[in-house]
């Protein structure tokens, strides 16, 4: 979906499929085909912080077509400007006391 998804958004028809055993790793490349970069999507950056998994697109081995052949940049959310909040220093600050 994109836009307003998941309930409300249009369907993209891709016909591909992202598999993993790594769910950010298969998060990080769904991202890339949707043109997003993986380390601007907070959750998945914080993962990365974390060492939840590995997103770092260059160390993914992608079976198939290319990446890059694949990207359909997505409409983003509405809400997707507030959605960025994660990138507030506070954030960051939180997170890192918390380790």
């Avoid at 290319?66 to 997707?80: G, K």
């Amino acid at each position: 979906m994109e836009g307003s998804g998941p309930t409300l958004g249009q369907p993209v028809d891709l016909r591909l499929a992202v598999v993993s055993t790594d769910f950010i790793a298969a998060d990080s490349v769904g991202a890339r085909i949707m043109g997003f970069d993986p380390k601007e999507i907070g959750y998945l950056h914080h993962a990365i912080a974390d060492g939840l998994g590995e997103g770092s697109l260059d160390r993914i081995r992608i079976l198939g077509d290319h990446l890059e052949d694949c990207v359909r940049p997505f409409e983003p959310h509405p809400n997707y400007q507030r959605q960025r909040d994660w990138k507030k220093v506070e954030v960051e600050e939180l997170r890192a006391s918390r380790m």
